[in-house]
Nanobody, 123 residues
Framework: QVQLVESGGGLVQPGGSLRLSCAAS????????MGWFRQAPGKEREFVAA????????LYADSVKGRFTISRDNAKNTLYLQMNSLKPEDTAVYYC????????????????WGQGTQVTVSS
């Protein structure tokens, strides 16, 4: 089993930045692709970004391209999401997840999830 713990959320003004972290433990050797999803109140969980073990060709939702950067430090078993130029519509609970099989854009393709960290973008 893989355990994931997110951190780094908080309240930030529009245009500001935050960096989320996701620490993995347990059967980390079984992890290849990892992803970030988010869920706003009253909305479904949506894909944000994903990255493979080697970090090549990261994937991003159109809504965050050019503003967010996903990265990972495999030696530290940690996944990151650098979020710049934040907008009020980025407000959501952000989750990291370990991919199992299938499309990395779909939340059903992920087997393990963290508890989430709240990001609020407001003036």
């Amino acid at each position: 089993q893989v355990q994931l713990v997110e951190s780094g959320g908080g309240l930030v003004q529009p245009g500001g930045s935050l960096r989320l972290s996701c620490a993995a433990s347990g059967r980390t050797f079984s992890i290849n692709t990892m992803g970030w999803f988010r869920q706003a109140p009253g909305k479904e969980r949506e894909f944000v970004a994903a990255i493979s073990w080697f970090g090549s060709s990261p994937l991003y939702a159109d809504s965050v391209k050019g503003r967010f950067t996903i990265s990972r430090d495999n030696a530290k078993n940690t996944l990151y999401l650098q979020m710049n130029s934040l907008k009020p519509e980025d407000t959501a609970v952000y989750y990291c997840a370990a991919h199992r099989s299938g499309s990395p854009f779909l939340h059903d393709s992920y087997a393990n999830w963290g508890q989430g960290t709240q990001v609020t973008v407001s003036s």
